[in-house]
């Protein structure tokens, strides 16, 4: 009989347990558990239920025990940059910040009297983004540096949850080359980069890759789930995870992994570091076997999501395709990476502010307001590639979209019709995916990444949108 493999894929506004097996050849998927996820504004802060998250991710693991399908292993991803500061009794210290708060900006300044961000990028290879973990850090060293003298261990939030379940502390690659603090040379803590900001470096645990073990379930999580199995580092930044799940076995394509976020760009076995990626803001974060994901960070399905919520979440993302779709000749554009879409008060309100602001059309309808970000979005991922062919010194004929956004057909044929390119969109849960190759590789299932890839393309229904003539 195939054996079960659980990841706990954790997103911005929601999370999932997943469980995949090997059948016939093909990789089935299935979802057993779906929780709410979101930042929640306490006394004006931006903070993250970490005991919340910690008792749905125990609450999944009960339903693989209700479904008899007991995994072998299991591995968590979140998204990116977030962190736990630990004291020497491994409680909490301070607040659990999500990366939109507040509390970086103007930290960049800070940092820049150290070290400016030219060197920065040269050191990290990572983008300039106002909430990398980097200045999250230099705001606690600023305005709450007690916390820092206490702290005996950093921990990004996936290791975090899986020390809870087996109480070992490790820190997984993908994750950790966000934080703007690892050598894309050494693919360890940049040690010298840590200490000339006033940080210590001996809160830094030791870097591990994807296909680790971390360790079995403590006795009282076993005994409340009632089995145990083996904890696995995946690419615990869903984005790593997701580029594991691109269904192209070369390594020769363009991505987007499309969903709170669309992280647009290739995969390289070696950072691509100069000027002229720095400048068009491109980062080098991990990826599985010391890949580096060379992509652009561009704000994504965050705005339509937003948008969606302040219409009380009555229509259903396909709808809002539709809508969009009858109201295809609104003319109005934004610029999706505009700050002023990180977190506003109300998205609705950005966007009728900034096309008022720039003299065009303001939309009025949630068909209007849809056609402004999904034709937006198009044409920021034109430029993007744009520009990473320019870096890249090479065309792409193809863009891989994974992850929920996939979904979006309006939005696939815009792209498609935007960059004059093919497009190829699926799996949808390429993070969950992702997460469980890493377990099944290690596990022997798959001799390769590149045979897992070619497993993917064969298991999932991948569909193709064409250019269409006049665009």
Known sequence: MSQYYLAVDIGASSGRHMLARIQDGKIKLEEIYRFENGMKRVEGKLLWD???????IINGMKKCKELN?????????????????????????????????????????????????RELYAKTGIQKQIFNTIYQLTAVKENTPELLEKAKTFIMLPDYFQFLLTGNKMCEYTNASTTQLVSPETYQWDEELIES??????????????????????????????????????????????????????????????????????????????????????????????????????????????????????????????????????????????????????????????????????????????????????????????????????????????????????????TANATGKKIYAGPSEASALGNMLAQMIRNEEFTSLQNARICIFDSFDIKKYIPEKGE
């Open 197 to 414: 900001l006033g940080l210590p470096k001996d809160i830094f645990l030791p870097i591990s890759m994807p296909g680790t073990l971390v360790g079995s379930l403590k006795e009282d999580i076993k005994k409340e789930v009632g089995f145990d199995l083996d904890v696995v580092l995946c690419g615990s930044h869903d984005t790593a995870s997701a580029v594991m799940a691109v269904p192209e076995s070369t390594g020769e394509s363009v991505y987007i992994s499309s969903g709170t976020w669309s992280l647009m760009g290739i995969e390289s076995m070696k950072a691509i570091i100069n000027d002229e990626a720095r400048t068009a803001n491109f980062t080098n974060e991990g990826g599985y076997e010391h890949r580096f994901r060379f992509l652009k960070n561009i704000m994504g399905l965050w705005m339509i999501q937003s948008i969606r919520h302040e219409y009380n979440d009555a229509y259903s993302f396909a709808q809002l395709c539709e809508l969009a779709q009858e109201n295809k000749d609104f003319p109005s554009r934004v610029d999706v990476n505009d700050d002023k879409f990180l977190s506003p008060d109300n998205m609705t309100q950005a966007v009728q502010d900034y096309c008022k602001e720039t003299g065009q059309r303001v939309p009025e309808t949630i068909g209007e307001l849809a056609e402004v970000v999904y034709q937006s979005l198009a044409i920021c991922y034109k430029k993007a590639i744009d520009n990473l062919e320019d870096i890249a010194g090479k065309t792409y004929n193809s863009i891989h979209i994974i992850g929920g956004g996939s979904n979006a057909a309006y939005l696939n044929q815009l």
């Open 50 to 56: 970490t005991e919340h998250l910690f008792n749905e």
């Open 69 to 117: 399908k007991i995994p072998v292993s299991m591995s968590i991803d979140t998204w990116a940059v977030d962190y736990i500061l630990l004291d020497e009794n491994d409680h909490v210290l301070g607040d659990s910040y999500g990366y939109r708060d507040h509390r970086t900006d103007g930290m960049d300044e800070v940092v820049n009297k150290v070290i400016d961000e």
